[in-house]
């Protein structure tokens, strides 16, 4: 049992600012990139509802991974994943990269035409058709290529007040570590922060984070913010890992996912203020809405009913709602639908006690894909062949 005494020390131990370069934060919270979850509606959402529970956006944002190639091509498909509200402070924006040519021409990309305040490097896809292709989570173990690509990240920003971070995993499985020559190499090279996701690409999104990893990398780096990811679903277990771990920050992915008013309370405990309420299941159906509206606003309304379909089902877990009611929220086609089904919501039902925890993709734990020779000479400086597409973090 914890005692008052305990959880306001914990809370005057969160309650910090974090400086990333030129980027100052109230609460030490990161949105995690997530494809077709983090757009600019999402993003608007979790923002929206902040201000409301506690009166100011304390946390940083980032936008959906996009691709340097296809962002230096202007990929109509790209430009699109990369608006940014009109009020949104600062702009944060994940590049996926193989290649410190594009990452160059990227980053000087968004320095030249302003479209972002900061930049962040994903090296954590695990998924295979990326690291067969020695691209994501497969990077980092070429030391070299990793920071040259960091280094040009940097080198197209000199001069600006927008910092570059970068993201990483442990590495690709218990036999290949990588995170602490990452974090070294990034540092060196002008990286304001680096975060880790605390599994291997093998772990995939299974199993549990392993936040000593997180502590050792903090040990191992210590003129920039580490930042932590991995199994935070409430805010205790942001306080947890801070703790346990040192790390100056942390990183949400999955636990955001169908409760975007989890930053509220993330930032609410990090900064000693009351915890908002949890809300009932009108309140959850007024947001269902208010996502739905933004998403049309950003695809049109066809493809952003589409979008929400997903979001539905993770906003109602533990709910009470039929089998029926929650299959036409799967097959919804217009705004007017979705409003009406959740009208029929049992508007006063109480947050559920299972509707914590992990959503989305898990999957189980499996070799990583490869090109042959790869773990032969991880100082190999070569960029890989198509290794280039577009995908999701990790």
């Not at 809370?11 to 030129?22: A, N, Q, V």
Request: glycine content about 10%.
């Amino acid at each position: 049992m914890s005692f008052p005494e305990e959880r306001a020390c914990e809370r005057h131990e969160g309650r910090r600012p974090l400086r990333i370069g030129s980027i100052e934060l109230a609460s030490p919270v990161v949105l995690a990139p997530m494809a077709g979850v983090t757009n600019v509606a999402f993003r608007t959402l979790c923002r929206e509802l902040e201000l409301a529970r506690t009166g100011t956006v304390s946390g940083l944002y980032v936008c959906e991974m996009v691709t340097a190639r296809a962002l230096v091509e202007r990929h109509p498909v790209t430009m699109h994943m990369t608006a940014f509200g009109p009020d949104e402070n600062p702009r944060s924006m994940q590049l996926y990269t193989v290649d410190p040519d594009n990452t160059y021409a990227a980053a000087k990309m968004i320095v030249d035409e302003n479209l972002a305040d900061h930049i962040d490097m994903n090296f954590g896809c695990p998924v295979p058709k990326v690291t067969r292709k020695g691209g994501g989570s497969a990077i980092p173990y070429k030391r070299k290529l990793f920071q040259r690509i960091v280094a040009a990240a940097v080198r197209a920003t000199e001069g600006t007040s927008i910092p570059v971070t970068v993201k990483f995993r442990i590495g690709i499985d218990d036999d290949h570590h990588t995170h602490l020559d990452a974090g070294r190499i990034a540092a060196a090279e002008g990286a304001q922060a680096v975060a880790l996701h605390a599994r291997t690409a093998s772990q995939r999104y299974s199993g549990t984070a392993d936040w000593d990893e997180i502590a050792r990398l903090k040990e191992h780096v210590t003129d920039v913010p580490v930042l932590g990811n991995g199994d935070i679903f409430e805010p205790s277990d942001a306080v947890a890992m801070m703790r346990q771990t040192g790390c100056d920050g942390v990183v949400i992915g999955r636990g955001c996912l169908g409760r975007p008013w989890l930053f509220a309370e993330l930032a609410a405990e990090l900064n000693g203020l009351p915890a908002p309420a949890q809300p009932n299941l009108g309140e959850v159906s007024q947001i269902i809405v208010r996502h739905g509206e933004l998403l049309a606003a950003h695809h049109g309304e066809d493809k952003g009913m589409r979008e929400i379909r997903k979001h539905v089902a993770w906003y109602l877990r533990g709910f009470p709602a039929g089998s029926d009611l929650r299959n036409r929220l799967a097959l919804v086609n217009t705004l007017d639908e979705l409003r009406d089904l959740v009208a029929t919501l049992p508007a006063d039902a109480e947050f559920p006690a299972d509707g914590h925890g992990p959503r989305g993709r898990q999957g189980s734990p499996a070799k990583v894909a490869l090109p042959e020779g790869w773990l032969d000479d991880p100082d190999e400086d070569v960029v890989p062949a198509g290794a280039e597409v577009m995908h999701s973090g990790g």
